[in-house]
């Protein structure tokens, strides 16, 4: 089903993304003002489902990539983000046909956006990850053998780069320290692929589920309802914790946001520590785990419920945490090498949003 | 005139363009391997003087970028030599025509002459600076507006990457931080010219020069004279210090060899400072400045004349130094804003290969 995405919906569609960003992926605000521009400037976009996409269509994800902290600061121009686009269909030498997210998240959600309205392409309501994930080779695509490249970056002055690599991890590795080089933020498009492909290795239905989401939390506003309850219902998660912002640890340090916070509920004498690297990654209490990657861990302001990015954490603010499921395919033995709480330097198993832990034997590989 | 390279030539050239490398541009025997090999598989490489490059000829200059100290451990295989070349060849849409030297050194003028062999094209007796700069920038190129871009990279592991930047310092700086990551030493294939433009750009007949020296040194050693001696009067140069190397200073950092060596000579108390990037910067003795870049700083074995490249200097080598003037174009005030020494941190004006400083009036850009 394909569906027109227009200016006022840009909104709720960042806010929710922003829920789904699990902390990263992109400031909610930052991300709809680009969108809203490229909107006005150019006219609504078309939305197309999965089952719609043609076979044989080219499909490029378009995605900023760099420290979120950065990003805040730096709102990318409409040059800077059709120009990898523009990069990579050279490249290829045969014209791109759909634009998609690589993530979902409250930036990488809308740039998307901004890019198929200015290249005047549909979008397909998709993304690579169901979530937001700090590196680039940890979407599902990467887990279907789509390389990440030939993958374009670009920035804010005019440089362009394309990359051809052996594997996802080097695009990872060379991108990352060219966007640290080029002030800590770029734009990329890259995971180029067919319809088929897009169709089997994407997650679905990410920018309808995101719209609902951000309309979910503005509508359960106005009718006087809890908007953290409706966004919990929506997930299908679970609320674990609430408590007020006490302390926030956090450095861009090699192209990342990482650094930890802790939230202090009244009785509760251990606190919860949330570990982020651009987006949450684990939250404990003591010697309880609550949830880990690749389970989403969403911290909400505890009255609006506006989600929180791991950037816009601060000191005293009063936050309910929520746990909830990512796309099924994060469980697998693979797809936990690329994007548990092992790869993230944890030593520890990866637990469900419920609390529970992934059984070992299936996190070794086994 | 054109001529033809052989493989028994290149101990020769690799010697003598070590010399004019002035410590950098590689190692002359790694840089002879990898050209005998080529000249063996693919046979004698067509050397074309630039009064015979025809005006629409599409050059391209080949070189290995990264620290000395890392390239003589990692020698690249002919694929990886050619892989940006074809990169680039792709990405402009029309065929290479002839391939160029960035710069003159053991191995920076070797490679090429393996890229030529092995894609079947004439080579340049040229080279883009008469001597070797540790920054891809460094180019008399960029004095006359070529772009560095569109610049491709490539490593031993198949990795391969395009730039089209802004300027050719931001093409330095992003090409230094994949090459960095990338192993600290890659090829590279840029600086895309016309023949016409080559014709004006480039220092013609460097690699006639080299093999001047190479063989002169040679012959030296058969007819039992000093070809350190031969070696300076070919220069049209000077030898200014005589002593034994008695420490070595070098470290492998953000991409270059970088470091300072002392050199003793019975009687002097002071004794000299040869100060490096890959290549030998600054040559001083106490307050005496023997010269700077851009002009040539060159140690040579003190017997057999061999050049000794800054990676290669060791305690207790009898050494005898010699400074020789560079390209009168690398003594403009914007040359020397690129190449001087403040650009590489120096207080202190440059002093030509007779030890005259040059007018500060000129290296202030007056």
């Known amino acids: 089903m394909s569906w027109t995405l227009t200016a006022d919906a840009i909104g709720d569609l960042a806010r929710g993304a922003a829920v789904l960003g699990t902390g990263g992926g992109g400031d909610p605000y930052i991300g709809s003002l680009l969108a809203r521009q490229a909107l006005a400037e150019h006219g609504p976009v078309t939305v197309v489902g999965l089952d719609e996409v043609p076979d044989d269509a080219l499909v490029l994800t378009v ?70 994930f700090p590196e680039l080779q940890m979407v599902l695509p990467t887990l279907y053998d789509v390389t990440a490249s030939p993958l374009a970056f670009s920035d804010e002055k005019g440089n362009v780069g394309v990359l051809q690599t052996v594997d996802n991890h080097w695009t990872e590795r060379i991108a990352r320290v060219a966007c640290v080089e080029m002030g800590c933020s770029v734009m990329i498009s890259g995971f180029p692929m067919s319809g088929s492909i897009a169709r ?144 993230f330097g944890y030593d520890l198993p990866s637990h469900r949003f419920d609390g529970t832990p992934e059984r070992r034997l299936v996190e070794a590989g086994a």
């Not at 404990?284 to 954490?313: C, K, M, N, R, Y």
Request: some cysteine; overall charge negative.
């Open 63 to 132: 995605a900023m990539m760099g420290a979120p902290t950065v990003m805040v600061e730096k709102l990318p121009s409409l040059d800077e983000v059709v120009a990898p686009v523009h990069a990579l269909g050279t490249y290829l030498g045969r014209p791109v046909t759909h634009v998609a997210c690589a993530e979902i998240g409250g930036v990488n959600s809308t740039i998307p956006v901004a890019a198929a309205a200015a290249l005047g392409l549909p979008l397909l309501d998709a993304d690579g990850m169901g979530r937001a």
């Open 200 to 343: 089997e290795a994407l997650v679905g239905g990410s920018l309808s589920h995101s719209l609902a989401i951000g309309s979910g939390i503005a509508e359960a506003r106005r009718a006087k309802t809890d908007p953290v309850a409706a966004t919990v219902e929506r997930l299908g998660g679970r609320e674990f914790y609430f408590g007020k912002v006490v302390d926030v640890e956090r450095a861009t340090t090699t192209g990342f946001a990482r650094g930890r916070a802790r939230i202090e509920a009244p009785g509760d004498t251990d606190a919860l520590e949330l570990s982020f690297q651009n987006e949450h990654l684990i939250a404990q209490s003591g010697d309880v785990t609550f949830a880990t990657t690749p389970d989403l861990i969403i911290v909400l302001d505890a009255e609006s419920g506006e989600p929180i990015t791991t950037e816009g954490l601060r000191y005293g603010q009063r936050v309910r945490v929520v746990a909830a499921p990512s796309d099924p395919r994060w469980h697998t033995p693979e797809a936990l090498a690329m994007v548990g709480p092992g790869y």
